[in-house]
């Protein structure tokens, strides 16, 4: 069985930074895409940053310039440093990823649970 979970979110000020991490753990055989999702209340959930395998990139255009998405495959984590936040990055994030159990299997989306970042003053 495969779990995603994350750490790292919080209460910042506006203009604060915050780092969230999530690890992907239990059968897995391989890891193709690894990325962050947010939903605020009210709104459909967005892609707010993704990296491949390889370490390509792909960011909302509202984040781009403040927000930085790592990973590390050994560790099958991905990280997600956000700096300059704004009150309007106020959202449960998640962290997504497309995993493969076995070399015969399918790809699936896995997801973790959420976790809370708030920015207000």
């Known amino acids: 069985q495969v779990q995603l979970v994350e750490s790292g979110g919080g209460l910042v000020q506006p203009g604060g930074s915050l780092r969230l991490s999530c690890v992907a753990s239990?059968?897995?055989?391989?890891?193709?895409?690894m990325g962050w999702y947010r939903q605020a209340p009210g709104k459909q959930r967005e892609l707010v940053a993704a990296i491949n395998k390889g370490g390509g990139t792909n960011y909302a255009d509202s984040v781009k310039g403040r927000y930085t998405i790592s990973r590390d495959n050994a560790k099958n984590t991905v990280n997600l440093q956000m700096n300059s936040l704004k009150p309007e990055d106020t959202a449960v994030y998640y962290c997504n990823a497309q995993i493969r159990v076995t070399i015969v299997s399918p790809e699936r989306d896995y997801w973790g649970q959420g976790t809370q970042v708030t920015v207000s003053s």
């Open positions: 239990g059968s897995i055989f391989s890891i193709n895409v």
